[in-house]
């Protein structure tokens, strides 16, 4: 059976797809052909593992770095160079809880799955169990426990994260007694604040840590150069991807979105069936803020919403970028109208929302009336507002914004009869901001 009207779709599409040579190259979730940079990240690495040769490792190595460091790239491309380390890299992200953990492990270990009610320690048993017929096995000399995105389990409240950590290093040191050479590493973005982990854990793991810096505007685009070279046939202007590396390093340092705003950047370009220019990385930059903003607004609970709204709202009809806490407050009880939550559970809303990165904050001294903090929408007010509620955002924030400012530059002065009506309406519409 043929469907014509299939077949121009698909046809377009290949013709478009035409400017790639290699698409995949472009594809973050593949690991690099070669590592570009973080020479001293690697080196880091290699002098903790390296010490396998001696007979002694530390028993863990913590990393840490915002998202798109290239922390798991690097553990991963290091530790697989060596033949003769086994790595086991599991993404606690997948596990959610403790014990989901234990399970992860042992799956990656070709082990089946336990119960929760098996408990933690038949867990344990099996991980190091599996861990030892596999070194003996496959005759290699370090085995390599890799927790991605470590720092996800320690909001399981209800299991006991700080056990599962102490346990494990535990079963290290067994491994070690066994004549088996074992570290852990663990992997997150931010540092595990010290009520995280117990003393007993502290002082047992030491300080082996590793902190990668986001990337630079250099290293960012030397990513993206060996990326092009792999990914198009033809040599991308040098320009598009200084614009690519410039908007990624000012707006995050991270590599993963780099690659991205590249390659739909290319994607815009090839529909409109032109070169690859600067406006296609601009109108890409435009697409991956609205696409990224609406992911996180998409997850909010209806009381951050309406703070992202107020925030944006201020923003926008102000013309102002940073706000006290407590007029976002004032501004987020006018809209709720009914049961707001207290101003205590507001700030740490707040907070919460500056860790998904829609927000920051800075607190400054205001002499002998203490600290205040305040903060500031990352993302686009526009973009954020016509997310959250369109209707209300053009018909509270857009429209008279742009009468007000119509009415402004049309000239109006006190001696003006319209003067007054102006100031009042003016009044009227900002209080809503
Ligand atoms: N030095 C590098 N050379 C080549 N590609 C890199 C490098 N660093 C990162 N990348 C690429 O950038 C992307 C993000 O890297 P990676 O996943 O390692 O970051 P991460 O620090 O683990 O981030 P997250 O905290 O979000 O997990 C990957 O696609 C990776 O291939
Ligand atoms: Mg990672």
Redesign the pocket.
């Known amino acids: 059976m043929s469907d014509p009207e299939l077949d121009k779709i698909i046809n377009k599409v290949a013709k478009e797809e035409k400017i790639f040579k290699k698409k995949s190259a472009l594809d973050?979730s593949n690991?690099?052909l070669k590592?570009?940079?973080?020479v001293n990240e690697v080196e880091k690495i290699v002098r903790y593992i390296h010490d396998y040769k001696q007979g002694h490792v530390v028993p863990l190595v913590s990393i840490y770095?915002r998202?798109?460091?290239?922390?798991?790239?690097?553990v991963r491309y290091v530790c697989n160079y060596f033949p003769e380390i086994i790595l086991c890299f599991v993404n606690l992200k997948k596990a959610k809880t403790v014990f989901g953990g234990v399970n992860l492990i042992l799956n990656e270990l070709d082990q089946p799955s336990l119960t929760s009610a098996q408990g933690m320690n038949l867990g344990m048993e099996k991980i190091q169990e599996a861990i030892l017929n596999k070194m003996k096995l496959e005759r290699k000399k370090l085995f390599i426990l890799a927790l991605d995105?470590f720092d996800v389990i320690f909001y399981d409240k209800r299991g006991n994260p700080s056990d599962f950590v102490y346990k494990l290093v535990e079963m290290i040191a067994e491994l070690k007694n066994n004549g088996c050479l074992a570290m852990i590493i663990t992997?997150s973005?931010n540092v595990l604040s010290d009520s995280e982990l117990d003393d007993r854990i502290k002082s047992r793991i030491g300080n082996s840590e590793i902190f990668?810096k986001p990337y630079s505007h250099e290293e960012m685009l030397e990513?993206l150069r060996?990326r092009a070279e792999e990914a198009f046939d033809k040599k991308i202007d040098d320009k598009v991807l200084e614009k690519c590396a410039k908007v990624s390093y000012l707006e995050h340092g991270d590599?993963?979105r780099a690659?991205d705003l590249l390659r739909v950047s290319a994607e815009i370009a090839a529909k409109e069936k032109k070169d690859l220019t600067i406006e296609h990385v601009n109108a890409a930059s435009q697409q991956l803020q609205k696409d990224r903003t609406g992911e996180v607004i998409s997850s909010l609970s209806h009381h951050s919403k309406l703070i992202c709204l107020v925030l944006a709202a201020k923003t926008y009809g102000l013309e102002k970028n940073w706000h006290a806490t407590k007029s976002i407050y004032e501004k987020y009880v006018k809209y709720l109208g009914s049961e707001p939550v207290s101003y205590r559970r507001f700030s740490e809303l707040l907070k919460d929302l500056e860790n998904t990165g829609l927000l920051e904050s800075k607190t400054g001294s205001r002499g002998q009336k203490g600290y205040r903090t305040e903060f500031q929408l990352i993302m686009d007010p526009q973009i954020v507002g016509e997310i959250i509620d369109k209707k209300w955002w053009n018909e509270i924030v857009v429209h008279p914004k742009a009468s007000l400012d119509k009415a402004k530059n049309s000239g109006i002065t006190k001696s003006n009869p319209v003067y007054l009506h102006y100031k009042m309406a003016k009044k009227g519409i900002e209080s809503w901001w």
């Open positions: 973050t690991p690099p590592l570009v940079s973080r770095g998202s798109g460091t290239g922390k798991s790239t690097l995105e992997i973005n990668f990513i060996a590599a993963r690659v």
